[in-house]
């Protein structure tokens, strides 16, 4: 898989949500204090599992979550799961909206013990299941409001 962006909202100087977006080659230039060594301490905070403090927390952060979310592009690879049982993410419906598998994670940092919460956001599903149920309600009520003329 290959990352393909990054969001990093309230880690240390990015208030605001701030999105990278990653290419084949990148270079990451900026002058001092411009948020070059944020965006690598946030892609270690994510992958290696060190946890932010609270003050990796945004000066003018309004709540005390950070938030980093990874993307990458799956196309369609193969992976094992449960004892060699082939599939990909595409068939195992883990990708978002945009065919892209979406990894987030929000670090509290107001608690004494700083963990991630890790969310995997996917396709609306459950915006199709609740279509599916009005429209079955919706059908029964027509048949039963026709039946009583």
């Known amino acids: 898989m290959i990352l ?28 001092n204090d411009a948020g070059k060594s944020t965006i690598l301490k946030s892609l270690d905070c994510f992958l290696n599992s060190n946890n932010p ?3 990796d927390l945004n ?8 938030s980093i979310t990874l993307f990458f592009n799956p196309s369609n690879q193969s992976v094992i799961i449960d004892q060699n049982i082939e ?8 990708i978002n909206e945009s065919s ?33 149920f009005i429209n079955v309600i919706f059908t029964k009520t027509t048949q039963r409001t026709n039946s009583s003329f």
């Open 4 to 31: 393909t962006k990054i969001k990093i909202h309230q880690y240390k100087g990015i208030n605001e949500e701030k999105e990278i977006v990653i290419d084949d080659f990148n270079v990451i230039v900026g002058q």
């Open 53 to 55: 403090s609270k003050e």
């Open 59 to 66: 000066n003018n952060s309004t709540d005390n979550l950070i």
């Open 87 to 94: 599939t990909t993410f595409e068939e195992e419906e883990l």
């Open 100 to 132: 892209q598998l979406e990894v987030k994670k929000v670090w509290d940092v107001s608690k004494s013990r700083i963990t991630a919460d890790t969310y995997l956001v996917r396709k609306n599903v459950m915006l199709l299941i609740f279509s599916i």
